[in-house]
């Protein structure tokens, strides 16, 4: 009877320590799950500030193209008016006396 009481005791707490292994288990598979969604968290915001940068340098060229048109047209505008006064100079200086 003796010699029982340690296989006896050990059946008692087999079903004990198989429920703690379980819930160690499952504990370990939350925290890998919370792990993965951490980085799957940091990923997205990863992506959103690479999106970010993107239209940043998007409106950068778009300010840059903007910039280059306006000052394409302000050359126009001196062309212009630099035809305009040689014209000027050249209708005041052919005027014949009768």
Known sequence: MLLLLPLLLLLLLLPLLLLLLLLLLLLLLLLLLLLLLLLLLLLILLLLLLLLLLLLLLLLLLLLLLLLLLLLLLL????????LLLLLLLTATTTTTD
């Open 76 to 83: 126009l505008l001196l062309l212009l008016l630099l035809l």
